[in-house]
């Protein structure tokens, strides 16, 4: 007697109403990522109190451990726009195949940062600056960072598993577990409570090391418990090139733009070093600061995502522009929001860093200059998440190389010849102003030419992918 086989009844996300949908993914994600923000301003606040050269440091290393998160969240972002769109597809086979490529490049990513860890580590401080101090406390931190990464990588691909089949509360869980390890074990690793050694910087270190684990270790189990729309096989570790290769279309843009990023900030602490070592505190307050405004967004988008890829698959256009319009509307609602903080406190969020009289003379029109940038920033994230979504990456990537290293840079450096430290901050507002202008361009361009393509094709489901033009 032949055994009938259930195909899984089709997900949420191409039936629920978008604004449900999309509110009922995103809210765990954003409140995952508040933690995630809490944690990283956490440790900042107690790295300050070791002494400010320690906070500079830390400051320094930043653009460091923005890139590695960078090459974990952009092939993230593959296997998740990838994943989801398989599923869009009901091809539950490629599905899985998919999440156990991403599981691979996640192993690969850390050996390779495991040996800039154990290599790298000095020559990158010393290129930024030669205050010896300040150089072995970077050092310290960074290469525990860089040595212990494997647990960074796992939880991030194993959350953008969860993200991809719409199981956002579970990839909160594991965000949540390891912000609480690490906001309760920096301060009793830093200054040596409960009988634990005195641990200074790497005590910080640690604590961010040791709540990654956990959260990947978390991430594992409730992929293999929970999540029944993929299974998680050893024999599709190996790899597929096809797949790869899909995947890299989309993750290589994302990664370089994070990358582009990371320079910026690097070029940018050369320049305000060249003011005083103050000014580049300063800046790193601001992107511990600004994290509460932008990780918000990010959860938004992580939630926007997986959907517009899913409907995408299942041929949805307007499940799809009307996902995106009310990203749009929440973005920059919270954009607004944080612009509104940063422009009445800015003194009462800088003494959480024991600011110096010096730091928040440097430090409050800092914030209320670069803040400014809010107003553009929620439509611009945005705009280029939906273009990475359709598979047209090369827009994303265009995007943020002109707003971050061909305007921002740039202006930054011109202005700095001014010798008026406050007119370097100018620079933020006058690149998103420009990156505005594009990101309209280039999103109409994308939806259209997606459009196009599932009107003429007249079938529920996609099975192409558009090429990055």
């Given at each position: 007697?032949?055994?009938?086989?259930?195909?899984?009844?089709?997900?949420?996300?191409?039936?629920?109403?978008?604004?449900?949908?999309?509110?009922?993914?995103?809210?765990?994600m954003m409140l995952s990522m508040?933690?995630?923000?809490?944690?990283?301003?956490?440790?900042?606040?107690?790295?300050?109190?070791?002494?400010?050269?320690?906070?500079?440091?830390?400051?320094?290393?930043?653009?460091?451990?923005?890139?590695?998160?960078?090459?974990?969240?952009?092939?993230?972002?593959?296997?998740?726009?990838?994943?989801?769109?398989?599923?869009?597809?009901?091809?539950?086979?490629?599905?899985?195949?998919?999440?156990?490529?991403?599981?691979?490049?996640?192993?690969?990513?850390?050996?390779?940062?495991?040996?800039?860890?154990?290599?790298?580590?000095?020559?990158?401080?010393?290129?930024?600056?030669?205050?010896?101090?300040?150089?072995?406390?970077?050092?310290?931190?960074?290469?525990?960072?860089?040595?212990?990464?494997?647990?960074?990588?796992?939880?991030?691909?194993?959350?953008?598993?969860?993200?991809?089949?719409?199981?956002?509360?579970?990839?909160?869980?594991?965000?949540?577990?390891?912000?609480?390890?690490?906001?309760?074990?920096?301060?009793?690793?830093?200054?040596?409570?409960?009988?634990?050694?005195?641990?200074?910087?790497?005590?910080?270190?640690?604590?961010?090391?040791?709540?990654?684990?956990?959260?990947?270790?978390?991430?594992?189990?409730?992929?293999?418990?929970?999540?029944?729309?993929?299974?998680?096989?050893?024999?599709?570790?190996?790899?597929?090139?096809?797949?790869?290769?899909?995947?890299?279309?989309?993750?290589?843009?994302?990664?370089?733009?994070?990358?582009?990023?990371?320079?910026?900030?690097?070029?940018?602490?050369?320049?305000?070093?060249?003011?005083?070592?103050?000014?580049?505190?300063?800046?790193?307050?601001?992107?511990?600061?600004?994290?509460?405004?932008?990780?918000?967004?990010?959860?938004?988008?992580?939630?926007?995502?997986?959907?517009?890829?899913?409907?995408?698959?299942?041929?949805?256009?307007?499940?799809?522009?009307?996902?995106?319009?009310?990203?749009?509307?929440?973005?920059?609602?919270?954009?607004?929001?944080?612009?509104?903080?940063?422009?009445?406190?800015?003194?009462?969020?800088?003494?959480?860093?024991?600011?110096?009289?010096?730091?928040?003379?440097?430090g409050v029109p800092a914030l209320?200059?670069?803040?400014?940038?809010?107003?553009?920033?929620?439509?611009?994230?945005?705009?280029?998440?939906?273009?990475?979504?359709?598979?047209?990456?090369?827009?994303?990537?265009?995007?943020?190389?002109?707003?971050?290293?061909?305007?921002?840079?740039?202006?930054?450096?011109?202005?700095?010849?001014?010798?008026?430290?406050?007119?370097?901050?100018?620079?933020?507002?006058?690149?998103?102003?420009?990156?505005?202008?594009?990101?309209?361009?280039?999103?109409?361009?994308?939806?259209?030419?997606?459009?196009?393509?599932?009107?003429?094709?007249?079938?529920?489901?996609?099975?192409?992918?558009?090429?990055?033009?």
């Amino acid at each position: 007697m032949s055994k009938t086989v259930e195909l899984p009844q089709e997900n949420k996300m191409g039936i629920m109403p978008e604004n449900k949908l999309l509110l009922s993914m995103a809210i765990p994600m954003m409140l995952s990522m508040l933690v995630q923000a809490l944690y990283n301003i956490v440790d900042s606040i107690f790295v300050a109190q070791i002494e400010e050269n320690a906070l500079t440091a830390v400051s320094l290393a930043f653009p460091m451990q923005n890139l590695l998160i960078a090459v974990g969240v952009g092939f993230g972002v593959g296997v998740n726009a990838l994943l989801s769109r398989f599923l869009g597809e009901r091809n539950f086979e490629q599905a899985n195949r998919t999440a156990m490529q991403g599981v691979l490049l996640a192993i690969a990513s850390y050996v390779l940062v495991l040996l800039i860890g154990l290599f790298g580590t000095e020559l990158y401080m010393r290129s930024q600056i030669n205050i010896p101090e300040i150089i072995d406390y970077g050092v310290t931190y960074l290469r525990i960072c860089c040595i212990w990464s494997f647990g960074m990588f796992g939880q991030i691909i194993f959350e953008r598993l969860l993200q991809s089949t719409g199981r956002t509360t579970l990839a909160m869980a594991t965000q949540l577990i390891g912000a609480i390890i690490n906001i309760i074990m920096d301060p009793i690793l830093i200054f040596g409570w409960l009988g634990f050694p005195e641990m200074g910087i790497a005590g910080a270190a640690i604590a961010t090391v040791l709540g990654q684990i956990v959260g990947a270790g978390m991430g594992l189990l409730l992929n293999i418990k929970f999540n029944k729309e993929i299974h998680l096989r050893l024999r599709d570790l190996l790899p597929d090139r096809t797949l790869l290769g899909r995947i890299m279309k989309i993750s290589i843009p994302s990664i370089i733009m994070s990358a582009i990023s990371s320079v910026m900030t690097f070029i940018m602490n050369i320049i305000l070093v060249g003011f005083t070592e103050t000014a580049a505190a300063v800046f790193g307050i601001y992107f511990k600061l600004q994290s509460f405004v932008f990780m918000p967004v990010f959860g938004l988008n992580n939630a926007m995502v997986p959907i517009i890829a899913y409907n995408y698959g299942a041929g949805k256009p307007e499940r799809m522009r009307k996902t995106m319009k009310l990203s749009m509307m929440y973005a920059v609602l919270i954009m607004l929001l944080g612009l509104a903080v940063f422009q009445i406190i800015p003194e009462k969020l800088l003494l959480f860093f024991d600011a110096s009289p010096h730091l928040l003379e440097i430090g409050v029109p800092a914030l209320r200059i670069i803040s400014l940038s809010f107003i553009f920033a929620g439509y611009c994230i945005i705009s280029s998440s939906t273009c990475q979504a359709l598979g047209y990456s090369m827009y994303s990537l265009w995007l943020s190389l002109l707003r971050q290293l061909v305007v921002l840079v740039p202006a930054a450096y011109l202005l700095s010849l001014t010798g008026v430290l406050r007119n370097v901050w100018l620079s933020f507002p006058i690149a998103e102003i420009v990156s505005v202008i594009i990101a309209t361009i280039f999103i109409r361009r994308a939806l259209k030419k997606v459009e196009t393509e599932l009107h003429m094709l007249s079938i529920p489901t996609m099975k192409t992918v558009p090429s990055d033009k």
